[in-house]
């Protein structure tokens, strides 16, 4: 398996702009979670999904924000209008419930100009 | 919602000491995680741990549940050990959630 892929690694943009960021997770992992890092808060958790479902969204930072799961493969984190405060980096991470392993993807690193 | 703190914040040390990093958290927890991540900000899964302690080569982890604490521990320290690890616990203790995180502490190992 090639673990949780993401995309894009890098993305440079300018404020008001639309931003989608985009994860794979690993093939039978049933939890998909978004995560944000900041120099300023650390890592925190944004939402996270079981089957397909979101389960907790209290993470997200405001309306802006958006995720959806539309199949067990696949998962997007969205931001619009995207400002320079959005700036992090994003991780997505996968796991089986019940493992309590999880494994996490190389993170997209946005910079909102 | 589960609080972590770690400690201390930055380390630096000489190649072949023993590190010890914290890690304590305000609700109990199912399991407790500690994670690696690398300058270039990879994270990988170091342990998961519920009760006692693991071992993975050079790395030590031990968990106490009753007191709400963890430490991680590097034996004969490398300068490949730099980098920051971060304590986990689920975010309202429980399993199936996803983890809130310590803020990390910075090693540096210097040869």
């Known amino acids: 398996d090639a673990g949780v892929i993401q995309s894009p690694r890098h993305e440079v943009t300018e404020m008001g702009q639309e931003v989608t960021l985009r994860c794979k997770p690993i093939?039978?992992?049933?939890?998909l979670f978004w995560y944000r890092q900041t120099m300023m808060r650390g890592l925190e958790l944004l939402i996270y999904?079981?089957?397909?479902?979101?389960?907790?969204d209290s993470g997200m930072p405001e309306d802006r924000f958006s995720a959806k799961m539309p199949n067990a493969s696949f998962s997007t984190l969205k931001i619009q209008p995207s400002e320079p405060r959005d700036s992090a980096v994003y991780f997505c991470a996968s796991s089986s419930s019940g493992a309590n392993v999880l494994t996490f993807g190389a993170g997209s690193r946005l910079t909102v100009l | 919602k589960n609080e972590v703190e770690q400690s201390p914040q930055n380390l630096t040390a000489q190649e072949g000491e023993f590190i010890t990093i914290n890690c304590s958290y305000s609700v109990g927890i199912s399991a407790l995680h500690w994670l690696q991540q690398h300058p270039g900000g990879g994270i990988v899964s170091l342990f998961m741990?519920?009760?006692g302690k693991k071992k993975h080569g050079r790395l030590i982890a031990t968990i106490n549940i009753q007191e709400k604490h963890s430490s991680l521990h590097i034996t004969a320290s490398h300068p490949r050990d730099s980098a920051v690890y971060i304590c986990?616990?689920?975010?309202?203790?429980?399993?199936?959630?996803?983890?809130?995180f310590g803020k990390g502490t910075h090693l540096i190992i210097q040869p």
């Open positions: 741990l519920s009760s």
């Open positions: 093939s039978g992992h049933n939890s």
């Open positions: 999904f079981n089957n397909n479902v979101p389960i907790d």
């Open positions: 986990a616990v689920p975010y309202s203790g429980g399993g199936a959630d996803g983890l809130t």
